[in-house]
Every structure is written in structure tokens, then in C-alpha cells.
């Protein structure tokens, strides 16, 4: 079957949302989404089998300038018919315009069709990250507190994070866009004021949201006196009207786990993040 690739224009968007619900079901975000996709680097693609709009998939460039694959979704009738592997050849044609050096996506530790498809194009699994939510309406009464807190400037940010590298297997994550712990990408988190630090309790958190930021408050790194850290996230939830607080990290960091499992989050499913470089 042959398919024709295009940007998604406004037009088609109504388009993208009936594959996206097909596809996903009640786990649909594009319509939040697509009026800040269009201020990144990087396509929106639509998938045309004739007139029919069957697939989309979104590459973002990161601050690091890697190439993050999201929002990849093909109508149920058209899967397995090649559709998925068009909108990666598209990545893969985009990652040698861009001149990327890495491309990486998450999905379902369990979802074998995304991963069968991504390893088709030399992506491989890296680390297995776990998501603790919390309503902030089930958040215990105690007050939220922001004492001492200051952003981190840009210039700190990599020294800042990088003694945690190792801990979060190298990533913070946040909306389920996994960040590499590099000097570009902690520079960007700092510049968009996310990371923050009470010097004296040595309290180091990023807090934020890339998109959405009415239904999360993402916590990508909770460190030092952690319960002096979460105060300060519920405050920022409070501050921006977030109605969860997220926590999305490594497997291998059991004392968070531990932390907010005490403080009544509860996990979802096990995601798994690939990647490939180039
Ligand atoms: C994942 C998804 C995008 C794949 O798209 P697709 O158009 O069906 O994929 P393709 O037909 O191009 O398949 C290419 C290869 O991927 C792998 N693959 C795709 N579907 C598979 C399945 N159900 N089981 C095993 N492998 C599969 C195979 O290696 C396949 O090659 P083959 O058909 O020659 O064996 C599609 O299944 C989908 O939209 N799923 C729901 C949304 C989703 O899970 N998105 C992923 C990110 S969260």
C-alpha cells in the first residue's frame, strides 16, 4: 500500500483526534497538545492512505538536540499494514535533515507492537521508569511550604543534577518525555525555571510541566529532605491548579519509591524507554 506523508495542518486536526481516540481509547491528549507542537522543532506527521487520514506520529527536538519520537498512533483497521513503519521512515528522513545524534521514544513495558516497530529501526530497550501519581484533592491537610527554595540558574544546573545521575539512571522525566541528564537538557529544564534548591536543607527538586500543566505537577527529581521538597511541589500544584502530582522515574531508586509510596501515591503500569544513536 502506498501512503502519503504531510505535516498535520489545522485543517486535518479533527482528523488526528478521531485515529488518536481509536487508537487510545479515553488516553487521548493531542488536542492539548497540538497548538504547543507547532512552536517545536520537529513534525507533526499525518499518514494518508488515499484521502484517509490512518496514522500520526510527532518528533520533538529536545534541548539536548535529540530527537524524541511521541505521540505515534494508527487508526486499529489500518495496523499492521506498514503505516507505523512510513511515520519512521519520516523520523529517520527528519533525524538526517536535523543532523540528530540520538532518537528515543517510551512506551508500554508490555506493548509489543510499539517495540517490535521501533526495533525494526535500531532502537533498543535502555531503562524500565515507573509513574506514582497522587490527586492533590487526597494530599493529607498539612500545609504546602515553599521556604527557602530558589530556581537554579542555567550555568548550575548540570553540576546541580548530575550527582543524581546515576540514581535516576540517567534520565528525569517529565509528561512522560524522558530526558537524557546532560548538560543541554539541565540547562533547558533551569531556563524554563523547573529546577530548584533550598541550599540549606541541601533539597534539590524538579517540578514542572511541559505540557498540561492544569492536569500535573511532574515531579522529575525529589532529593535531599524530600518531605520539605514535596511541601514545595504541593505548593506549586496549588499555585498552577495541577490536579495530580506525578512522579515518574528508574526502577532502580527504591527509597523514592519508598517515599511516595508512604505519602499515598500509587503506581501504574511499568513503561519502558528505547532509544538509538546515530
Ligand atoms: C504501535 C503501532 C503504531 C504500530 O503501527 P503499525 O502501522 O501497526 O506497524 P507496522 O505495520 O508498520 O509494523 C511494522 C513492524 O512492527 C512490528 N509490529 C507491529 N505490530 C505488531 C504486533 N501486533 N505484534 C508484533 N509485532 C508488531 C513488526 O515487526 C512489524 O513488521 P511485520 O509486520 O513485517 O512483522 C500501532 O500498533 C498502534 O497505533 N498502536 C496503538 C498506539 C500505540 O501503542 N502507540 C505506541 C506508542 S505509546
Known sequence: MEYTLRPLTPEYLSEGLRVEKAAMGDLCYLADVYEYYLTTVGEMTAVFAGDRLVGIGKLTVLWDGSGWLETLRVE?????????????????????????????????????????LARCFG????????????????????????????????????????????????????NRTYYRMNEGN?????????????????TVLIAGARFQSDKGLHIGLLE?????????????AAQRGAGRLVCNFAVENPSLEAFLQ?????????LMVMEVTR
Not at 90 to 112: C, D, F, K, S
Not at 134 to 150: C, M, V
Open 186 to 202: 539541565c540547562r533547558g529544564l533551569a531556563a524554563a525555571g523547573r529546577l530548584w534548591r533550598d541550599k540549606e536543607s541541601g
Open 76 to 116: 486499529p483497521d489500518w495496523q499492521r499494514k506498514g503505516v507505523g513503519t512510513a511515520i519512521y521512515r519520516r523520523y529517520m528522513e527528519q533525524a538526517e535533515q536535523l543532523r540528530l545524534p540520538r532518537l528515543a521514544m517510551y512506551t508500554g513495558a508490555a506493548n509489543i507492537p510499539s517495540a517490535g
Open 123 to 174: 532502537l533498543e530497550r535502555t531503562s524500565i521508569f515507573r509513574e506514582y501519581a497522587l490527586p492533590t484533592s487526597a494530599l493529607p491537610e498539612t500545609p504546602a511550604d515553599g521556604r527557602g527554595f530558589a530556581p537554579v540558574p542555567e550555568e548550575e544546573a548540570f553540576a546541580v543534577l548530575s550527582p543524581y545521575c546515576q540514581q535516576y539512571n540517567g534520565y528525569f522525566v517529565m
Open 262 to 270: 508512604q505519602n499515598g501515591f500509587t503506581a501504574g503500569n511499568d
Open 224 to 236: 535531599g529532605d524530600r518531605a520539605h521538597g514535596l511541601a514545595f511541589a504541593r505548593l506549586l
